[in-house]
């Protein structure tokens, strides 16, 4: 299973591509399963605001229930059409990501950010960056409006973000969230809504976040981070030449549509 042309045009302009549908049922119910099990033996609240900037149910995100949302579904192969066939490093577990309701009303906006920039709860080294390649959601819960714990994404800000990285050099990444990230007017954001089985693929340098959920309902997701085998020798030229990790890419560049 491979990306449409179309769906690979929606990535190089907007950053990430919505697709309904990739993962059965039995997958998610599985999933579903075994975080409700884990949620039901307790949580610290002590640990509540690491368990948001890293993962829930931390002991079952290397488990079947979990891995196999993305290795035993076509969302693999979907990655795969753009990074390459056997180009992605081995994936050993995923971050449950769960949004359960607030009481915040109105809701207050999303806040943007790109991964791996240190922060004080989410593992991350200060002065390091833990870049990626491609960041896979994979809805576990009905989304059918806003406000409810979305995953949200702010349209081409990956090519923001890379000329301004040409422009301005890639150092300040390495402050940390919030001081690290450029300081460059951003589009409006998207709120993704969908169904259970749906995945959004998105690149690394996609700003994203998510909203505030005041829905009855929890949310219930599960995101990966996966990474081209030869990332860690071109993770930095990788900021300022975005589809350098990308060839399955090159068909919808602006160069290649001029050459043919």
């Known amino acids: 299973m491979e990306l449409t042309y179309r769906q690979k045009q929606h990535i190089?302009?907007?950053?990430?591509?919505?697709?309904?549908?990739?993962?059965?049922h039995i997958r998610v119910d599985a999933a579903l399963r075994a975080i409700n099990?884990?949620?039901?033996?307790?949580?610290?609240?002590?640990?509540?605001?690491?368990?948001?900037?890293?993962t829930f149910?931390?002991?079952?995100?290397?488990?079947?229930?979990?891995?196999?949302?993305?290795?035993?579904?076509?969302?693999?192969?979907?990655?795969?059409?753009?990074?390459?066939?056997?180009?992605?490093?081995?994936?050993?577990?995923?971050?449950?990501?769960?949004?359960?309701p607030g009481l915040?009303?109105?809701?207050?906006?999303?806040?943007?950010?790109?991964?791996?920039?240190?922060?004080?709860?989410?593992?991350?080294?200060?002065g390091t960056l833990a870049s990626f390649t491609m960041l896979v959601g994979i809805l576990l819960s009905d989304l059918p409006g806003p406000d409810a714990g979305n995953f949200t994404v702010w349209p081409g800000t990956h090519r923001l973000y890379e000329r301004y990285f040409r422009e301005h050099g890639t150092e300040e990444l390495l402050r940390g969230m919030g001081g690290g990230m450029p300081n460059i007017p951003l589009p409006d954001p998207v709120q993704i809504t969908g169904r259970p089985g749906d995945i959004v693929l998105c690149h690394y340098q996609l700003a994203h976040g998510v909203t505030p959920n005041v829905s009855?309902?929890?949310?219930y997701a599960a995101f990966f981070r996966l990474s081209h085998v030869e990332h860690a020798a071109h993770k930095i030229a990788a900021l300022t030449d975005i589809w350098l990790a990308w060839p399955g890419m090159r068909p919808v560049l602006p160069e290649a549509r001029q050459d043919s």
């Open 216 to 219: 009855p309902h929890p949310r």
């Open 104 to 126: 915040q009303d109105p809701p207050g906006p999303a806040r943007p950010h790109i991964d791996g920039l240190h922060s004080p709860n989410n593992g991350v080294p200060a």
């Open 12 to 24: 190089y302009e907007y950053g990430y591509v919505h697709i309904p549908g990739v993962v059965p």
């Open 57 to 100: 149910c931390p002991e079952i995100t290397r488990t079947p229930p979990i891995t196999d949302l993305l290795l035993k579904t076509p969302a693999w192969e979907l990655a795969e059409s753009v990074i390459g066939e056997g180009q992605i490093q081995p994936v050993t577990g995923g971050q449950v990501a769960l949004r359960f």
């Open 37 to 54: 099990h884990s949620v039901g033996q307790g949580m610290d609240p002590a640990q509540m605001n690491k368990y948001r900037a890293q």
